[in-house]
């Protein structure tokens, strides 16, 4: 059974629920999903004389792409803990090959990953030219996917997270499946030559669902320091007024 977020705060630990990135003004943590392309993956594009642009609500630089996620967490295998089963993204990237001695031309996009922990598969979105048409929830790459347990308050109002970013889900060594290579293939054109070339890509980078808390800045530091010198020092003041007494 799964609720959500909003409806389910305190009950993480006996539930499973759905953390979404627009619940940010509840919960003070990011949610991030980010595809770093591997350099082999990244040479076999370029080869290939493709351009890349993020699709919103996504991100890029050069090939990698960051997207806004959904996390859908469930109790973990230790007592207290939750662990992500599943990992949704938002938006994107699109390629367009350039005709070359690679391939005739094309372009393929792959929106709306979905990277589910118990098949160890990545699925997403796909649409391409050259008659590759449209296709929802196809599995593309399948690799080593994982989730560490983490505490199970970690998405409370105060998280029990440290500052900084902690990874949720992460998969690596990623391989095309059939219906990956089918789609690359036919939507960028590729004739023997770019099939060859891709086909040699045996890891095609890794997938990272993190979540961010906030680090806290110096002006907080030292209002905290000087809450803490006050503190102690009405202690000491109420220690030494016993004392008298």
């Known amino acids: 059974m799964k609720m959500n977020w909003k409806a389910a705060c305190g009950a993480l630990a006996v539930w499973g629920v759905t953390i979404s990135a627009s619940a940010q003004g509840i919960v003070p943590v990011a949610l991030t ?31 990698d792409v960051s997207m806004p996620a959904d996390i859908t967490l469930e109790p973990g295998a230790a007592s207290g803990t939750i662990t992500a089963v599943e990992a949704r993204a938002a938006g994107g ?39 590759a048409g449209s296709l929802s ?26 500052p900084g970013t902690t990874i949720v889900l992460r998969a690596s060594g990623l391989a095309l499946t059939q ?9 960028l054109g590729l004739n023997g030559t770019g099939q060859t070339i891709f086909n040699d890509v045996s890891d095609w980078g890794t997938v990272t669902f993190a979540i961010t808390t ?32």
């Open 137 to 162: 929830n196809v599995a593309l790459w399948t690799g080593q996917i994982e989730a560490p347990d983490l505490p199970s308050d970690a998405f409370s109002m105060v998280p029990s997270l440290p």
């Open 33 to 63: 999903g980010t595809f770093d392309f591997s350099a082999d993956a990244e040479q076999a594009l370029v080869a290939s004389g493709a351009s890349s642009a993020a699709l919103t609500p996504a991100s890029g630089v050069g090939y």
């Open 179 to 187: 219906s990956g290579r089918d789609l690359l293939g036919t939507g």
């Open 93 to 131: 990237w699109f390629w367009q090959s350039t005709p070359n001695f690679t391939n005739t031309g094309g372009s393929l996009s792959i929106t709306n990953l979905r990277i589910d922990v118990a098949t160890q598969t990545i699925y997403g979105d796909a649409s391409g030219a050259n008659g």
């Open 214 to 245: 906030p680090v806290p800045e110096p002006s907080t530091w030292a209002l905290s320091a000087i809450g803490l010198a006050a503190a102690a020092l009405r202690l000491r003041r109420r220690a030494t007024a016993d004392a008298r007494a």
